[in-house]
């Protein structure tokens, strides 16, 4: 029996994909630390939480309705080909299959954060993805992504971690030697 779990939470090409199946992308986590600012946030869950890769820090916003936002500044253009919300249930108290079960946002991209185009469009959705992982149809060059929120079945809006995958224009590290 053989496993690979090099960048196993990363994304790689599906099975089905010939000549690359399972392949790693070569999609970095380029969000990793970087500058974040939000519409808002309640008590210590702010919103440097969304990109510190620790499942047990988190954001969460005074509210959860349409006026609620977070925004990532990657400090320089990278190409972005995935991103990936992780949601967290601060104070839900939802268990089981419920009604109003479901997850409602868009994301934008910008190169300067003043002109914006939709990334992932999930204004019309109505399905439960506490985990939402999207490829995007084309790569984007933007140097700010902003996830704007709609619905979440919390009473107030949380994420985890918000995961953007790509390349970005810097030097390549040395070799290890």
């Known amino acids: ?19 690359k199946m399972g392949e790693f992308t070569r999609w970095m986590l380029i969000s990793y630390k970087k500058s974040v600012k939000a519409s808002s946030y309640y008590d210590k869950y702010k919103p440097k939480n969304i990109v510190d890769e620790n499942v047990k820090t988190f954001w969460v ?11 990532i500044d990657l400090l320089n253009l990278a190409t972005v080909y995935a991103v ?3 949601y967290h249930d601060y104070k839900s108290n939802i268990y089981g299959k419920v009604q109003q079960l479901y997850h409602r946002y868009f994301m934008e991209g910008s190169m300067d954060g003043k002109i ?7 204004i019309n959705d109505y399905k439960d993805v506490p985990n939402d992982y999207v490829e995007l149809g084309f790569p984007q060059i933007v140097r700010y992504v902003r996830y704007k929120n709609i619905h979440v079945p919390m009473s107030k809006l949380s994420i985890s971690d918000l995961r953007i995958f790509g390349r970005g224009y810097g030097q390549i590290p040395a070799k290890v030697k």
């Open 84 to 86: 990936q919300i992780n």
């Open 116 to 122: 914006w185009s939709i990334l992932v469009d999930r």
């Open 61 to 71: 916003a005074e509210k959860n309705d349409d006026k609620q936002w977070v925004e």
């Open 1 to 19: 029996m053989y496993t690979n779990t090099y960048f196993g939470d990363y994304p790689h090409y599906a099975p089905a994909i010939a000549g």
